[in-house]
């Protein structure tokens, strides 16, 4: 069974599980499944200053912290105890666009350690990503009123609207900086 576990699971099951995660919230206690919200819980729980944004009963979603929580805790526990020993596989052409583009050499963990190291952060590419980065995300889950995984998954499935638009802008937002923007930048 653990050597289930570690091996890398198809779409077509991982897939449904995720798709089943939203029902079950809806019928255990008519939650959505976001992770955005939960930011501003946390500031509200812990900056209880006098900020208009954070006034508002945050214990009524404490679920959500304890939901997040067990994201990071079965994220960690799962890489330690039931982490792919392999190197991630990836298409030739990818590897040869990112050795051509980017500069990136080494491909033997889960992301490019060129661009995910501490080391980054002495640079000005590696603050632009984090600070610019880390602003425009914020930025964007609060103008869009959720972040991708909350109205693509919840959002979507609850037929609404604005998730809708709101999915169709994250994927043209990614092509856009992809195949336009990313290039002329680097």
């Keep these: 069974m653990l050597e289930l576990l570690r091996q890398p699971w198809p779409w077509y099951v991982a897939g449904p599980l995720i798709g089943l995660t939203v029902p079950a919230l809806l019928l255990a206690g008519n939650k959505a499944l976001g992770i955005s919200s939960s930011l501003r819980h946390i ?19 404490v679920w959500n912290l304890w939901f997040v929580l067990g994201i990071g805790l ?3 526990i799962g890489y330690r105890v039931l982490g792919h020993p392999d190197t991630i596989a990836i298409s030739t052409e990818t590897v040869r666009d990112l050795k051509a583009q980017m500069g990136l050499t080494d491909f033997s963990g889960l992301l490019p350690k060129e661009l995910f190291a501490l080391e980054n952060l002495t640079n000005w590419k590696g603050w632009v990503f984090l600070v610019l980065g880390g602003f425009l995300v914020g930025f964007g889950t609060r103008y869009a009123g959720g972040c991708t995984s909350g109205h693509a998954i919840s959002g979507l499935s609850n037929l609404q609207w604005v998730s809708l638009v709101a999915v169709i ?11 336009v923007f990313y290039p002329l930048l680097f």
Excluded: D, H, S
Excluded at 43 to 61: D, H, M, S, T, V
Excluded at 169 to 179: A, N, P, S
């Design 169 to 179: 802008g994250f994927f043209v937002g990614g092509l856009l900086m992809t195949w």
């Design 74 to 76: 079965g994220g960690f």
């Design 43 to 61: 500031c509200a729980a812990c900056l209880p200053a006098g900020i208009p944004f954070l006034q508002y009963n945050w214990r009524k979603e």
